[in-house]
């Protein structure tokens, strides 16, 4: 069964940068896509990022392309998500996610790319 621990969120200013980490166990991780979610208060879990097996390809959403990026460590078995230029409405519980395959697609729905496993998430607060 896969598990999945992520770490690294906290308080920052507008304009600041955090780089959250998420440990994942429970099968083969180099053969997997990965990704990121966030929740904000009130709203629906939505996609912000993915990579896939090898760490070549990598999505993003239209609200973070350009800011974010996303990484991994295949032999830490560790999945990044560098975030630069934060915006308030970046505020959010930040869950990373693990893929069903070892490609994301960006023309497959989110939520039939991963498995639907989370972690506790960690909770990402940007200040005006």
């Known amino acids: 069964q896969v598990q999945l621990v992520e770490s690294g969120g906290g308080l920052v200013q507008a304009g600041g940068s955090l780089r959250l980490s998420c440990g994942a166990s429970g099968r083969t991780f180099s053969s997997y896509a990965m990704g990121w979610f966030r929740q904000a208060p009130g709203k629906e879990r939505e996609f912000v990022a993915a990579?896939?097996?090898?760490?070549?390809?990598?999505y993003f959403a239209n609200s973070v392309k350009g800011r974010f990026t996303i990484s991994r460590d295949n032999a830490k078995n560790t999945v990044y998500l560098q975030m630069n230029s934060l915006k308030p409405e970046d505020t959010a519980v930040y869950y990373c996610?693990?893929?069903?395959?070892?490609?994301?697609?960006?023309?497959?729905?989110?939520?039939?790319?991963?498995?639907?496993?989370w972690g506790q998430g960690t909770l990402v607060t940007v200040s005006s």
């Open positions: 996610a693990a893929g069903v395959g070892p490609t994301y697609s960006e023309y497959t729905p989110p939520e039939k790319s991963f498995l639907g496993v």
């Open positions: 990579i896939n097996y090898s760490g070549w390809y990598t």
